[in-house]
Structure formats: C-alpha cells, structure tokens
C-alpha cells in the first residue's frame, strides 16, 4: 500500500505533478475524476484537463463514487483520484452528507486502499491560507479534516507551489 496527498493552491501545477509522480510507476494508473459537468464552466474545465491529461491514463469519471473506483480496481493497482475539494463540494451540498458521514466515507477508502494493497495518490487544494469566506466555516474544516486523515496514513505529502513541490512527510 502506497499513500500520496498532493495539495496546492489554484493553478499550482500540483495535478500535473502528481501526474507525473503516477506515470513513473505504472504504464496505465487509473485516472479518478472527482468533477462532473455541473455548469458550462465546469464542463470547460473537465475537456480542458482531458486534452492536456496523457493517453496512457485509464479515465474514470466516478464523481462522487470515488470508493467504486477503489472496489473495482485489481489489488495493487496505481490511482489518481483529483479532487478531494470537488469531491467533498459534492458530498457535502449534492449528497447532503454530514461531517461524520465524510469521515467515515474516507476512512472506508483508506480501508480499501490497505486491503487491496493499492498505490493512490490523491490531489486536493489548499483552501485555507487567507481567511475564511463567509459561509465557508464548515467546509473548510472539513477539508481540512479529510487532509488530515488522509495525511495521516499517507507514506508522502507533497505541496506544490508554482509548480515547485515540497515535500513534508515522505520522499519522492
């Protein structure tokens, strides 16, 4: 079992580091994307990170469903999964989890993750480094929960800025 968390501000670089990280270890990793096509914007941006994703890529678009990837794919198997932020945006507002529900539903990954003896990395933003927009509190926290217990079990954590990484736990 391999753990990776890559985290970054907007427009970082850090999906197409971590995309790099994930080819050098397999020829054809699962791609998880977490976005759905949710408005005209969105729709632009998921064409966008498929044109300049590499062919080698297997592309599942599981949305929400991300623990359906993990389910599905055969023990030992090198996965993407970008991005928590859009991920938890949808299980918090569409699927109206609770904090405890995403909690749960993560550690349920990681459970998978170490029966299957899985290689995933996962991509997130860094949301909280400038205040907190109104009405934002619960979401944040939350993020920053899912960070924190993803980070925990994570064998690497990496945060990229201008393209840069920094690597905080682990090595590359």
Excluded at 28 to 41: L, V
Excluded at 99 to 116: F, N, Q, Y
Excluded at 118 to 135: K, R
């Amino acid at each position: 079992m391999m753990i990776t968390f890559i985290s970054g501000g907007a427009r970082s670089g850090k999906s197409s580091f971590a995309e790099k990280q994930v080819l050098a270890k397999s020829s054809a990793p699962i791609f998880a994307a977490t976005g759905r096509r949710s408005d005209q914007e969105m729709a632009e941006r998921i064409d966008r990170h498929q044109q300049d994703r590499p062919n080698s890529f297997i592309t599942k678009e599981p949305g929400f469903h991300v623990k359906k990837v993990f389910q599905e794919t055969d023990h030992h198997g090198v996965i993407l999964v970008d991005c928590l932020t859009v991920w938890l945006g949808e299980a918090l507002f569409r699927q109206q989890m609770t904090v405890e529900k995403v909690e749960s539903e993560v550690r349920g990954w990681l459970d998978i993750i170490k029966t299957k003896n899985l290689d995933v990395t996962f991509v997130s933003n860094d949301i909280n480094e400038g205040g907190l927009p109104p009405g934002t509190e619960n979401y944040v926290r939350t993020l920053e929960e899912v960070h924190r217990t993803i980070i925990k079990q994570a064998d690497t954590v990496v945060q990229v800025r201008a393209g840069i990484p920094f690597v905080w736990k682990g090595g590359l």
